[in-house]
Each structure stands twice: as structure tokens, then as C-alpha cells.
């Protein structure tokens, strides 16, 4: 049985950082493109970052330079490390993982960013 499950999302005031974390079992972790999207109130869920099962990453422009995407394929983790952050990162924060037709979602995980 999948699972995929975050952690890490909370409150915090702008210009500060939180890690968030997703924990997996039930798949071949390390063959699966890790993805980190986000869904604020009113808008569509947007790609936030990705990482390869080759390590190879790739960022939403309204991120680059603040975030961070990482995976540990020993501890079957996927780590999204948000910096500077802004009054309009606050979102739920999506894991995902995929690999030829599977995909599989975490349950989300609320991020708030408020004075």
C-alpha cells in the first residue's frame, strides 16, 4: 500500500523559512520524479519544484533562488526547503510522485505566511 505524507507546514512571518518533509512508502521511491506543487485559495495548483529521479532540478520562476528541492532514496524523503518566505507563497503544498502512469499525492499540507 502507498503512502505519502507530509510534514513541516505551519505559520510563519514573512522572510522566514520552514522545511517541509514527505515521507513515503510503498514504491520504488528512488525510480520516481519528485514533485512539490501548491494550491492557494481561488487559484490552480501549480508545479512549485521538481526533482529527477537523476537529481536533476527544476523551479517555478516566482521561487527560484528561496527553494529547494532535495530526496534521500535511502530514507525514501523529499524535502522542500523554503526560504525568504513571502506573503504570497501561503498555500496547501502538494508532494507527488510519478513514473510512467503512476502518481501518487500526498494529503497536502497547509503553509502561511503572515505577519
Known amino acids: 500500500q502507498v503512502h505519502v505524507v507530509e510534514s513541516g507546514g505551519g505559520l510563519v512571518q514573512p522572510g522566514g523559512s520552514l522545511r517541509l518533509s514527505c515521507a513515503t512508502s510503498g514504491f520504488t521511491f528512488s525510480m520516481y520524479a519528485s514533485n512539490w506543487y501548491r494550491q492557494a485559495p481561488g487559484k490552480q495548483r501549480e508545479l512549485v519544484a521538481a526533482?529527477?529521479?537523476?537529481?536533476?532540478?527544476n523551479y517555478a520562476d516566482s521561487v527560484k533562488g528561496r527553494f529547494t528541492i532535495s530526496r534521500d532514496n535511502a530514507k525514501n524523503t523529499g524535502t522542500l526547503q523554503m526560504n525568504s518566505l513571502k506573503p504570497e507563497d501561503t498555500a496547501v503544498y502538494y508532494c507527488?510522485?510519478?513514473?510512467?502512469?503512476?502518481?501518487?499525492w500526498g494529503q497536502g499540507i497547509q503553509v502561511t505566511v503572515s505577519s
Open positions: 526533482i529527477t529521479s537523476g537529481g536533476r532540478t
Open positions: 507527488n510522485y510519478r513514473n510512467s502512469g503512476y502518481d501518487y
